[in-house]
């Protein structure tokens, strides 16, 4: 059965450094989605990403985060300058077109120390 | 903002009881779909709700799109030892391109 995949899964870092997490969604979903969960809270949407280009964010989805399709499989976020408070899991998720389930990967588990 | 509630918090059932979680929101959803997370892992579609009414089955899981379109309800029955986890709902509406709002999850804990 198809799964959207996401690497790495740890990724410890330097406050101030930059990150970029990587997503192969399910290869014939269009429609892509970041979202983050901080250690024992809720699910939160960051972005969703639709025809190349973002087609909604969320406040915590500022200047720092970007998101990109650099090829026809892959799905990354960056974080350009890490803060202590970017420190949660990170979900890629992606839809098709006919129904609007959404589909996660395994998440990356992200530290900035 | 939309406000979605997810209740109760937590559930300690023994193996075999039946299980009833909910969620309510302040505004109209057309799509409910509930899952199940795992520690330390992403979470697991379950069932996908997108009629107002709707009553779909999974197995052992029961889940209602509420009338209103602002509640859905999950039921699982006759729980064994794996259905421990968190679950939660996740609704969208139609003015947004599938942004999902989630509860904050129901854990159960289930003994034997």
């Known amino acids: 059965e198809p799964e959207v995949t996401q690497t790495p899964s740890h990724q410890v870092t330097q406050m101030g450094q930059e990150v970029i997490l990587r997503c192969v969604p399910i290869s014939n979903h269009l429609y892509f989605y970041w979202y983050r969960q901080i250690l024992g809270q809720k699910v939160e949407f960051l972005v969703s990403?639709?025809?190349?280009?973002?087609?909604?964010k969320s406040e915590i989805f500022d200047d720092q985060f970007s998101v990109e399709r650099p090829d026809g499989s892959n799905f990354t976020l960056k974080i350009r300058s890490t803060k202590l408070e970017d420190s949660a899991m990170y979900f890629c998720a992606s839809r098709g077109t006919a129904a609007w389930s959404q589909y996660f990967g395994p998440g990356t588990r992200l530290l900035v120390l | 903002g939309q406000q979605l509630n997810q209740s109760p918090q937590s559930m300690f059932i023994q193996e075999g009881e039946d299980v009833s979680m909910n969620c309510t929101s302040s505004?109209?959803?057309?799509?409910w779909l509930w899952y199940k997370q795992d520690p330390g892992e992403g979470p697991v579609l379950l069932i996908a709700l997108y009629k107002a009414g709707e009553l779909t089955s999974n197995g052992r899981l029961t889940a209602q799109f509420g009338i209103t379109r602002k509640d859905s309800f999950l039921n699982i029955s006759a729980s064994i030892p794996s259905d421990v986890g968190i679950y939660f709902c996740?609704?969208?509406?139609?003015?947004?391109?599938?942004?999902?709002?989630f509860g904050a999850g129901t854990q159960v804990v289930v003994t034997p």
């Open positions: 996740a609704g969208s509406s139609t003015d947004s391109w599938g942004k999902l709002q």
């Open positions: 505004s109209i959803f057309n799509t």
């Open positions: 990403f639709y025809n190349n280009e973002i087609s909604e």
